[in-house]
Nanobody, 126 residues
Framework: QLQLAESGGGVAQPGGSLRLSCAAS????????VGWIRQAPGKEREGVSC????????YYADSVKGRFTISRDYVMNTVNLHMTSLKPEDTGLYYC???????????????????RGQGTQVTVSS
């Protein structure tokens, strides 16, 4: 059974960077699309980024385009999210999810996924 675990969250200043990692155990991620979603207090859950199973296509929410980069490491069985130029509005609990390519392509990965990790907190504050 696939289990996901996020790491790399923390506190960063505005303009700073963080690198999140989603590690899989119990199974490989090779056949899954993997997405990152975030949940901030009082806000709706937001799909931040998604990468298809072969890594050929990547999707980003408009709010993070040009600042966040998603990547896959098939050897380490991880999916990473490199976040730069962080803003206070990036604050939230970040989860990685395993989904299918179709949901990655149509933007539905934030609501349609098979597995989800426990999340890692990102706080952007001066």
């Amino acid at each position: 059974q696939l289990q996901l675990a996020e790491s790399g969250g923390g506190v960063a200043q505005p303009g700073g960077s963080l690198r999140l990692s989603c590690a899989a155990s119990g199974s490989t991620l090779d056949s899954d699309a993997v997405g990152w979603i975030r949940q901030a207090p009082g806000k709706e859950r937001e799909g931040v980024s998604c990468i298809t199973s072969q890594g050929l296509t990547k999707y980003y929410a408009d709010s993070v385009k040009g600042r966040f980069t998603i990547s896959r490491d098939y050897v380490m069985n991880t999916v990473n999210l490199h976040m730069t130029s962080l803003k206070p509005e990036d604050t939230g609990l970040y989860y990685c999810v395993a989904t299918v390519n179709a949901y990655c392509r149509n933007g539905e990965w934030a609501s349609d996924f098979a597995s989800r990790g426990q999340g890692t907190q990102v706080t952007v504050s001066s």
